[in-house]
């Protein structure tokens, strides 16, 4: 089956470290991957995708590269900020399907 | 509004209790899902619809009912509330036809608490 696996959290940092959520993925077909994110109090809502092998996401100065010899797609920003805390969603559809399978989601705290 | 929205944004009811919740897209698109929040379980699909009248069960939809009677409008039913199911409902939508995209698009949740 479908799967996604990612980093146990909570993962916390001070204002402009480097972050990296890890993502890996178990998938029949041809998966499409995405990073969505939920601040506090709302819906999740997409980060970025990619769609194909050797894509690279980015949105918001987050970056994530689809890395189907790994079946990865790890999440990272080179300099965080407060605002940046939030619970991160890796997730994948196949096949260009409704249909999402959702990791369990990171929760990121930055300090000032 | 454009957009999605769900009503009412925070319940609170008792056991044995039917609940329905809201959702309602003005995007007209074609699939519409409800999901479940739980701390350690991420995010667990429920219900989704591919159209008005078509409707099909998730991972998790025992104790719930849905309908899909016009595109715009997915309602979700606990037909007899328990402790189990107090969560953060959140429902989505999506079209790749539509959109160009099959991203899903989500709305700002519903916090249901089962006394």
């Known amino acids: 089956g479908n799967s996604v696996t990612q980093m146990e959290g909570p993962v916390t940092l001070s204002e402009e470290a480097f972050l990296t959520i890890n993502c890996t993925y178990t998938?029949?077909?041809?998966?499409?991957l995405f990073w969505y994110v939920q601040y506090p109090g709302e819906g999740l809502q997409l980060l970025l995708k990619a769609t194909k092998a050797d894509d690279k996401g980015s949105n918001k100065g987050f970056e994530a590269t689809y890395r189907k010899e790994t079946t990865s797609f790890h999440l990272e920003k080179g300099s965080v900020q407060v605002s940046d805390s939030a619970v991160y969603f890796c997730a994948l559809s196949v096949n260009y399907g409704q249909n999402f399978v959702f990791g369990p989601g990171t929760r990121l705290s930055v300090l000032p | 509004d454009a957009g999605i929205t769900q009503s009412p944004r925070y319940k609170i009811t008792e056991t044995g209790r039917q609940v329905t919740l809201m959702c309602h897209q003005t995007?007209?698109?074609?699939?519409m899902f409800w999901y479940r929040q739980d701390l350690g379980h991420g995010l667990r699909l429920i219900y989704y619809?591919?159209?008005?009248?078509?409707?099909d069960k998730g991972e998790v939809p025992d104790g719930y009912v849905v309908s899909r009677s016009k595109t715009e409008n997915f309602p979700l039913t606990l037909e007899s509330a328990t402790r189990a199911q107090t969560s953060v409902y959140f429902c989505?939508?999506?079209?790749?036809?539509?959109?160009?995209?099959?991203?899903?698009?989500f709305g700002p949740g519903t916090r249901l608490t089962v006394l």
């Open positions: 998938a029949t077909g041809y998966p499409s």
């Open positions: 989505a939508s999506s079209d790749l036809r539509a959109s160009g995209t099959n991203e899903q698009f």
């Open positions: 619809s591919a159209a008005a009248d078509i409707t």
């Open positions: 995007w007209s698109h074609s699939y």
